[in-house]
């Protein structure tokens, strides 16, 4: 009697195992399905994570508006749920990243308290937010190693310094904003260096963070600064038409400066629940 009830236990245990992982198959068959050149497809649980992303950067970003915006020069709200799209791109990938955030701006920025102005949205806050997303998720499924990393970092740091040196002696900047900026990217080096030798794990995730964050920035400084000098910006703090050049660095400093802490401090948690629930949607790097 014991020795059949033991044999139906192990049974029980065995078919619950199988259809678990049944389960998890057939979920990573929606979400891994490629396409007859071996490339990934845009799939079934990519739309849908689309449009859960989408849905959910419009809704925290309503909810965690405070009504603060750029000191100075005003119109870029302070918007720490950027975590949301972040999340996706990493487990989902970049077009699941890139799309539902562009999604999420539009919807955010013309429902009350955005601004309402859709051609603004659409040559700004979309593009900036598609490049800066997808670009998190694109570079955090790579391999980074440090030589790569160490490169990147000098090339990039004498390339922008080069730019801040041009800009400071043609009297496009002043020292005070020139500071600013080398501040900032000084600052993004530390937090690379500082991400991989405190949690190895998250190396490319931080280097994805950074970079993707810093194109986004400067997407929406530069943006905003030329849609100056053609129609007048909405919740500016006195520029509202033709504001002047220096004011992109302030725009791009006050977005990285206040978006990359929740980026780094709270995505990787969620990252790692995200992983531990469901094993299958940690990324395989990739050289």
Known sequence: MRSNNINKSIAYIQNSYLNSTGSLHLLKSYALRENKNGEISMKTLDVAMIGVSAALYAIVGYL?????????????????????????????????????AAIGIFISDMVHPGHGIAILSLTVGVPSNFAGFFLIGFISRRNMKWSRIAIALVIGSIALTGMIGYLLSIESLTIDIAALFLGVLFACC????????????????????????????????????????????????????????????????????????????IVPPILKACYRAFPFLAPQREE
């Open 64 to 100: 965690t508006n405070l009504g603060v915006v750029s000191p100075v020069v005003g119109v870029v709200r302070f918007w720490p749920s950027v975590i949301v799209p972040a999340a996706f791109a990493v487990l989902f990938g970049p077009w699941v990243g890139g799309i539902s």
């Open 190 to 265: 530390a937090i690379v260096i500082g991400v991989g030798l405190w949690k190895p794990e998250w190396k490319s995730y931080g280097v994805a963070s950074v970079v993707g964050l810093l194109v986004g920035s400067a997407y929406i400084g530069f943006g905003l600064w030329m849609y100056s000098q053609f129609l007048p910006l909405p919740m500016a703090l006195g520029w509202e038409r033709n504001a002047p050049f220096y004011a992109s660095f302030f725009w791009l400093v006050w977005t990285f400066a206040t978006e990359i802490p929740f980026l780094i401090t």
